[in-house]
């Protein structure tokens, strides 16, 4: 079956980096198009970026776009997110997404 894991999640501070990964296994990797939602607490969950199979495209939500950016490794089976530049809104879980699958969630804090 289809299965998405994500990781690379943790507490920072505001300013700081985190890079998420994100493994795939049981689809077609390279031809699936990728994608990063997040959801804050209380919060309904959001579309932050997204890339085609060959990395043609990319595309950010507003809210992050000059400060995250998103790969892949299709050689790995993996999707990344870099996230530069965070701020205390960027606490989340922050979720892998191929077509209708979804991994668990990885969680990001951004506090002092």
């Known amino acids: 079956q289809v299965q998405l894991v994500e990781s690379g999640g943790g507490l920072v501070q505001p300013g700081g980096s985190l890079r998420l990964s994100c493994v795939a296994s049981g689809l077609t990797f390279s031809r699936s198009v990728m994608r990063w939602y997040r959801q804050a607490p209380g919060k309904e969950r959001e579309w932050v970026a997204g890339?085609?199979?060959?990395?043609?495209?990319?595309v950010y939500a507003e809210s992050v776009k000059g400060r995250f950016t998103i790969s892949r490794d299709n050689a790995k089976n993996t999707v990344y997110l870099q996230m530069n530049s965070l701020k205390p809104d960027g606490t989340a879980v922050y979720y892998c997404n191929a077509v209708q699958y979804w991994g668990q969630g990885t969680q990001v804090t951004v506090s002092s």
């Open positions: 890339i085609t199979s060959a990395s043609v495209s990319t």
